[in-house]
T-cell receptor, first 111, second 113 residues
């Protein structure tokens, strides 16, 4: 079983749609959680950290359920510029910071 | 921009050769990690350096080695290159927030023929 699992997609949605990505992780010792965005042939860029209480940044909302070891990302009012791969990431702390990445979910927003 | 730089941007090598990749971390960030990202996969943790010492390693063989210098810049060395080493190699420096946020450089794309 992979440590972080995501639906690979692709998700093809029209502009203005709402889209949700899900992610599960296997290590209950995971300490912190993130969503990164990666454009084609570019480096991953931090989209947002994910907190147990849930958090929102504009059109993006992230949720964490520690009991179910489940993380989600909701994108409202999709824009063409949201087209990218979204990487679910967990951090195993304890001496050093090792980020464990899912394989990513590809999103394509079309006009 | 993250302030993390990497060189070179692209590199082509042949099997059996050795390669050195370089990274300059964001000012004040004393922790540097290296990741390998194969096509269609998420980045995989290679190792981390803190104050010039390796303090964490992923499932990579010893032919993957590194260094960190007093100015916190870093190198990744790969010996006896194999075809499967073809990937994007990412360097990340750790931010100052307590949650371990890491900021990535643009990467070096290595092709092994």
């Amino acid at each position: 079983r992979k440590e972080v699992e995501q639906d690979p997609g692709p998700f093809n949605v029209p502009e203005g749609a709402t889209v949700a990505f899900n992610c599960t992780y296997s290590n209950s010792a995971s300490q912190s959680f993130f969503w990164y965005r990666q454009d084609c042939r570019k480096e991953p860029k931090l989209l947002m950290s994910v907190y147990s209480s849930g958090n929102e940044d504009g059109r993006f909302t992230a949720q964490l359920n520690r009991a179910s070891q489940y993380i989600s990302l909701l994108i409202r009012d999709s824009k063409l510029s949201d087209s990218a791969t979204y990487l679910c990431v967990v951090n195993l702390s304890g001496g050093y910071n090792k980020l464990i990445f899912g394989a990513g979910t590809r999103l394509a927003v079309h006009p | 921009e993250t302030g993390v730089t990497q060189s070179p941007t692209h590199l082509i090598k042949t099997r059996g050769q050795q390669v050195t990749l370089r990274c300059s971390s964001q000012s004040g960030h004393n922790t540097v990690s290296w990741y390998q990202q194969a096509l269609g996969q998420g980045p995989q943790f290679i190792f981390q350096y803190y104050r010039e010492e390796e303090n964490g390693r992923g499932n990579f063989p010893p032919r993957f080695s590194g260094l960190q210098f007093p100015n916190y810049s870093s190198e990744l060395n790969v010996n006896a290159l194999e075809l499967d080493d073809s990937a994007l190699y990412l360097c990340a420096s750790r931010g100052t927030s307590g949650d371990g946020t890491q900021y990535f450089g643009p990467g070096t794309r290595l092709t092994v023929l």
